[in-house]
């Protein structure tokens, strides 16, 4: 049986932040179970790159919206051509009503 053995390791689940690990800890009399956290490195990378993340999406965002003023833009832009060039034809049919009136 496991429990008259010597050398007793139980499983144990581990959680940390990329998720779940299972790991074999030894229990045998008079050892200690030390509990480990992240490191502060660890902690510091991951901070690290959720702000580096949130730093994507607002830069995500802001390209949206620059895309879509740069149509809208576009948009008006061909509108102005347009009415430009009725203008244009406009102003050539007065110019040759004001030569025949001469």
Not at 26 to 35: A, C, I, K
Not at 37 to 46: E, F, I, L, Q, T
Not at 71 to 83: A, G, H, L, N, S
Request: glycine share 4%.
């Amino acid at each position: 049986s496991p429990f008259c053995s010597s050398d007793r390791k139980i499983e144990m689940k581990v959680m940390h932040g990329e998720g779940e690990d299972t790991a074999m800890v030894d229990v045998s009399p008079g050892l200690e179970v030390v509990t480990k956290y992240p490191s502060d490195r660890k902690k510091k990378m991951s901070s690290t790159l959720e702000a580096k993340d949130e730093m994507i999406e607002e830069i995500k965002k802001r390209l949206r919206r620059l895309g879509e003023k740069r149509r809208k833009v576009e948009e008006k832009e061909e509108e102005c051509v347009e009415e430009i060039k009725l203008v244009k034809k406009v102003l050539r049919k007065i110019k040759r009503e004001a030569l025949r009136g001469r």
